[in-house]
């Protein structure tokens, strides 16, 4: 596995690549993996000849007062389980080169960013769209990865490859959860023993709603009731938001027509934690 850390080393890598005729599959990360990234490399294993990971904690998409400084790191380990997994190469930028003195351009998509996580993190998806456009210009991927825990990232990603005319095939990849069904993340790590066992909670109120619908419930706010009522069994658990709403545009959903995206995000101590489900027949 080659680590390349300039952003030129990289550029200079991927353009010979291309002139080989090798597909290059890409997987963005803030890095500290776990499951849901190896699942995340599996899948860019099989599509692409050559796989290239970046691990880059994107000061940009942090608000004041959140984790950047505390978000985990640890690069030896990852550099290892990546080397496991079968990276071909790591990709490693400094702040400094990503966002040099001056540096005063951003992407901005505008209307799947308003609800959800972007209604409680502003700026949080300009620097998402920002450092994926930057990331996209620099490693020249035929083909990126991403996890559909993050699935208005997801979303916001497409939409700016779309709308953007960018030459690169976005491709979700369902979320990796442990064995009680808490969604994989690297902020779990945040949890005490107490909280990890509330965090439980989090994914037992999705199946709630998802059995509402199953059972053929339709109202948006009935499904939200619900699984707000189970959140609340938990005194550690503080609900930020519940929704429901239509997968493409991100908009609340008051009556679901066939298919919804149902999302929560809640805070457990330290940690903010996302999940969802896509209700689907
Ligand atoms: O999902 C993440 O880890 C980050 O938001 C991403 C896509 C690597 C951009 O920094």
Redesign the pocket.
């Known amino acids: 596995m080659r680590v390349v850390e300039s952003i030129k080393g990289m550029q200079d890598l991927s353009e010979s690549l291309r002139r080989q005729g090798k597909v290059i599959a890409f997987v ?3 890095g500290y993996f776990h499951k849901g990234h190896l699942k995340l490399f599996e899948e860019g294993r099989k599509r692409g000849d050559v796989l290239v990971v970046s691990l ?1 904690v ?1 000061p940009i ?1 942090f608000g004041k007062g959140e984790d950047f400084e505390t978000y985990p790191r640890d690069f030896e380990r990852d550099k290892g389980l990546a080397e496991e997994a079968g990276v071909d190469v790591l990709f490693t930028p400094s702040a400094e080169e990503m966002y040099p003195e001056g540096f005063q351009t951003y992407v901005t998509v505008e209307r799947v960013t308003k609800n959800l996580c972007g209604a409680f993190r502003p700026g949080h998806f300009k620097g ?1 769209t920002t ?2 456009a930057k990331l996209f210009n620099i490693v020249k991927p035929h083909i990126a990865i991403f996890g559909e825990k ?1 699935y208005q ?1 997801l979303v916001t990603v497409r939409r700016m490859v779309k709308d953007l005319n960018m030459d690169v095939e976005v491709v979700g990849v369902p979320t990796v959860r442990e064995d009680d069904g808490l969604a994989m993340s690297s902020r779990n790590t945040y949890l005490s023993p107490e909280e990890r066992k509330a965090a439980t909670l989090l994914y037992r109120a999705l199946k709630e709603g998802e059995r509402l619908y199953r059972e053929g419930e339709r109202n948006g706010r009935n499904i939200v009731k619900a699984v707000e009522s189970v959140l609340r069994r938990e005194s550690l658990i503080r609900i930020e938001y519940v929704k429901v709403c239509d997968p493409e545009t991100i908009e609340d959903l008051e009556t679901i027509e066939e298919r919804a995206l149902l999302a929560l995000a809640a805070r457990i101590g330290k940690a903010r934690l996302i999940d969802n489900l896509l209700l689907s027949p």
């Open positions: 963005p990360t803030m880059f994107n998409q998402v450092v994926v993050d990232q």
